[in-house]
C-alpha cells in the first residue's frame, strides 16, 4: 500500500492549530495491523488441531496463550519507554520479521516445546509493533485522536477475526504445515511498514521539537494521585475486558463442540462472527469518544455488556451466536477510549503509554487464557463462562475516572 510523500502529506487539509489527518497513513497502519493480527489470531484458531495432534489438555492451551501473552506483554512498555526516547521508524518492519519467524516455525512444530518457541517469536514482533504504530496512528491524526486509534484498532481486530476463518478453510482441512502459506502476509506486512517507516523517518526532528515543548509527566489540572488513581481504575477495566475476551476467544470453539456437538469448522466460523462483530466494535469507539467524551464511551462499552454476558450460558446455539454480536461490538468499542484517555492523563509519554496499555491487555488475556483453562479442568467449560458473565459488573469503576473533557484546553502529546 503507497504511503504519502512529504508533498502529499502537506497537501492535506489542516484544521486550525494542527495538521489534517493523513488518512492514507492511518489505512496503511490499519491494513499492517490487520496482517499483523491475522497471523496472531491463528494460534486459539488452531488450538482443537494443537490439542489432538500433541495431545494437550485446557491447562496446556492456555499456556500457549500465556508465553505469546507473556512475551509480548512485558516487552511492550520496554519498546515504549525506549522509543519515547529515541524512536525507530523501521523497528515495526524488523517486528513483522519476527513474527515471520514464528509462523514458520509454527508451520513446522514436532513437539509442545517448539509450539511455545513459536508463540514466543510470534509475541515478540506483536511487541514491537504496537507502541510504535499507536505513535504514528497519533502523529498522522491531526488533533482526531480517537478517530486515528479507532482506524488503527480496527485493522487489528478485523484481522483477528479474519483467522479463524482463514484456519477453517486453509489449515483444519489440509494440516499444520498448510500454516506456511500465511507467511505471504508478513512479507506483505513488512513492504507496509517499510514504507510507513519512511513516512516516519521524515518527520522525526518535527516530533522531536514539538514533545520538547509540551512533554510533562502528569495531567497540568489533576493532581498525581488522581492520575494514579485513574489509571489504575483504567487497568481494573482492562482486566475486565481482556479476561473476558479470553473466555471467548480461546475456549469459545470447545464451548461450542462440547456443549452443542458443533463441529470444529462451524466453531471456527462461528468464532469468526464474534471476532467479526469485535472488529466493527472498535471502528465506534473512538469516533464516539472524540464527540461525546471518552469517560461515557468507557462506561457504556464495559458495564453496557453485563446484561448479555450473564445470559449467554443459559441460552441455546442459536442465542449464543446471536447474544456474541452485541457483546463483541460494545466490548470493543471501550479500548480506543481507554488508551487515548490513558494518553491525556500522562502527556508526553505517547509510546510508554501505549506500550504499558497494551502491554498490560496482552498479558490479561494470556493469564486469563491460562487461568481458564485451568479453571475449566478443575470444573467445566460450562462453568468458566457461568463466572465470566460477571466481569463486566467492574465497570462500576468507571465512575471514579475525572472528566478530562470539562477541562477548556485538552491536552494532546
Known sequence: MA???????????????????????????????????????????????????????????????????????????????????????????????????????????RHYGMVLASAALVGLGSSVFHPEASRMAKMASGGRHGFAQSVFQVGGNFGTSLGPLLAAAVVVPRGQAHILWFSLLALAGIIVLSRVGSWY???????????????????????????VLSVVVLMALIFSKYFYLASLTSYYTFYLIHKFNVGVQGAQICLFVFLFSVAAGTLIGGPLGDRFGRKYVIWGSILGVAPFSLILPHVNLVWTIILTVPIGVILASAFSAILVYAQELIPGRTGTVAGLFFGFAFGMGGLGSAALGYLADRTSIFFVYQVCGFLPLIGLLTGFLPNLEKFSKPVRS
Not at 508465553?67 to 517486528?95: C, E, N, W
Not at 523517518?201 to 498525581?224: I, K, V
Request: aromatic share 6%; proline share 6%; charged share 15%.
Open 3 to 109: 504511503v504519502p510523500d512529504d508533498n502529499a502529506a502537506a497537501a492535506v487539509a489542516k484544521p486550525a492549530g494542527g495538521q489534517g489527518t493523513v488518512l492514507k497513513v492511518l489505512l496503511a497502519i490499519s491494513v499492517s495491523h490487520m496482517l499483523n493480527d491475522t497471523i496472531q489470531s491463528l494460534l486459539p484458531a488452531l488450538y482443537p488441531l494443537l490439542k489432538a495432534a500433541f495431545k494437550l489438555n485446557f491447562a496446556q492451551v492456555g499456556l500457549i496463550t500465556l508465553t505469546f501473552q507473556a512475551t509480548a506483554s512485558l516487552l511492550q512498555p520496554v519498546v515504549g519507554i525506549y522509543t519515547d526516547r529515541k524512536p525507530k521508524p523501521y523497528s515495526l518492519a524488523i517486528g513483522m520479521g519476527c513474527t515471520l519467524v514464528g509462523l514458520v516455525a509454527l508451520s513446522f512444530a
Open 201 to 227: 523517518a521524515g518527520r522525526l526532528a518535527e516530533m522531536r521539537r514539538w514533545t520538547r515543548e509540551h512533554e510533562q509527566m502528569w495531567h497540568p489540572h489533576l493532581s498525581r494521585r488522581k492520575v
